[in-house]
């Protein structure tokens, strides 16, 4: 079973404009072949499927715990989206054409199908798709393409980094660079426990470090690069057999946490009555009140 904690792992700010290109450059890191949405459910179903999960429970934990992290980083990546999307539009009578900035956006799917909000696909419209997951069963191949995955899902972070100025989008690459680094050490890490191979010398990371991000350094100075979550589950302290040693890239101490971040609230997003979205005006709302209280 999964248990949802109603937080995003970092405080998002709400952007003082709207950015409907930026947004749309965003969707890449949700949807995108290496975006959230691949590590997240290439992972799950590794570990839905992971044969011998007692015998090799290190490995196991392991993976259950970065998909885990995983379904929080959707969230996160799909909330940077929508707070991107703030004031693109503003209410207006129909026949003012209150949408019509949307013919110039180069992402029409915000503006058509989701009343300007993420869409579970790439950054050109295409939905994501299953054959993005790779679960063949065999260990050391899972984890071999999962430390090639997250280094693929870092360029990709690197390059939306370099695409856009909106400080919304900056600090979720940021974030997501310095998580994504980690669980690329973690599956290096797996990976050399398995075989006696340092596959951090075999394939090394492509540079540079994220200290070369601006909005990076704050979650290296909070520690961030060096740890991993049990998610309060004794069941997945498994991964400290693992998760030891130094961090090959700071020298710093690896540590487990366990339970998981603190995290920060979910935004709350305003109606857009031009996108007829939540489509409930107030006299609707009075009603729905009325009949939520009487079994109160």
Known sequence: MMKRVNKLPIKLERPEHGDANGASVVQDLLGGEFGEMSTLNNYMFQSFNFRGKKKFKPFYDLIASI???????????????????????????????????????????????????????????RPWEGG????????????????????GARTHKMRVYEMTTNPTARDLCGYLLVRGGTHIIAYAKAIEMATGVDVGKMLPVPRPDNYAFDHARKYLDQGLFNVLYTWGEPEYRGIRQIWKGENPETGEPLKVIDGMPEGEPIPDFEEKPEMFAPGIDKDDYERILKRLKENM
């Open 67 to 125: 998909t885990a992290e995983e379904f929080g980083h959707v969230e996160l990546v799909a909330n940077t989206i929508n707070l991107m999307s703030y004031g693109n539009t503003h209410p207006g009578d129909p026949d003012t054409a209150p949408l019509q900035i949307a013919k110039d956006a180069r992402y029409s799917y915000h503006f058509t199908t989701t009343a300007q909000t993420a869409f579970p696909g790439d950054g050109m419209g």
């Open 132 to 151: 993005y997951v790779h679960g063949s069963g065999v260990l050391v191949e899972d984890l071999l393409h999962n430390y090639l995955l997250e280094i």
